[in-house]
């Protein structure tokens, strides 16, 4: 595995943030603004982050935040604060359904934790940083061989995500959706459900257990994205600003291949 190339990335992974226990429990970064307002103040920006879907988003076993999307965002905000934006973070755990709600209720200002568009989510989202879709995921002893016998089954999914929606197309009368995609997982390898829907790189993480298949075809493509609150247009500026400057560097490469990822185009 390569290391880092930026003397960025090497800030940021010094200065790890260890996470907070659970639910709504916010762990401070380190972060420092380049800048001053007018008050001498910087505004501080709440990332909600559901650490339940590796390889974007997890937990070490020290209870630590990892991943893509926490390694990317440390990198997006360590940009902004050499690049003059006058911007504190954190983070806040909390489970994937109840992010946009957060957003919406001004208790997170920004959601980094997998988001795929959907236009019925109320949100603003960002430019692209990853290009995926939705597959099922089966035991690896699955007499389960094609999606086409997905039709009727017992299917699981995480509550709130785009895998709900395709999994109540295939399956509307059987489909379980859980707040935690371990759950789901866990509920699959015990043989209460015959397929739990996810994104590709979850379903190739979880593959590489040897406890698990994934079938061929994607069921719909995707696109990830940050999201933040309907009219916040000026912090979705200058995440946009930054997601440019990430996307067009090594780094960003780095980060992909360290989790397994493709990188988008």
């Known amino acids: 595995m390569k290391k880092f190339v930026s003397a960025a990335i090497t800030a940021i992974l010094a200065l790890s943030l260890t996470a907070c226990g659970s639910g709504s429990t916010a762990s401070t970064s380190a972060s420092s603004s380049a800048a001053s307002s007018a008050s001498g103040k910087a505004q501080n920006i709440v990332i909600g982050i559901s650490p339940d879907y590796p390889p974007f988003d997890d937990l070490t076993t020290s209870g630590e935040l990892t991943g893509f999307d926490y390694d990317m965002g440390e990198w997006l905000f360590n940009w902004l604060d050499e690049n003059g934006y006058n911007y504190t973070h954190e983070w806040k755990q909390m489970s994937f359904d109840t992010i946009i709600s957060g957003i919406q209720a001004d208790q997170v200002d920004l959601g980094i934790s997998g988001f795929t568009y959907d236009k019925d989510r109320k949100v603003l989202f960002s ?129 992909t291949s360290k989790y397994g990822l493709e990188a988008a185009e």
């Open 127 to 255: 430019d692209t940083y990853y290009e995926s879709g939705q597959v099922a995921l089966v035991a690896a002893d699955s007499k389960i061989t094609s999606t086409d016998e997905l039709k009727g089954a017992n299917i699981g999914c995480q509550l709130g995500t785009t895998g709900e929606t395709v999994a109540e197309s295939l399956s509307p009368d059987h489909t379980t959706a859980v707040e935690d995609m371990g759950i789901a997982v866990e509920t699959l390898k015990s043989g209460g459900y015959d397929a739990v829907i996810m994104d590709i790189a979850v379903a190739k993480n979880y593959e590489a257990t040897g406890s698990f298949k994934m079938l061929d075809g994607v069921l719909q493509d995707e696109s990830t994205h940050i999201i933040a609150k309907e009219g916040n247009t000026e912090l979705m500026d200058a995440i946009n600003k930054a997601l440019a400057a990430f996307k067009a560097s090594d780094d960003y490469k780095t980060l």
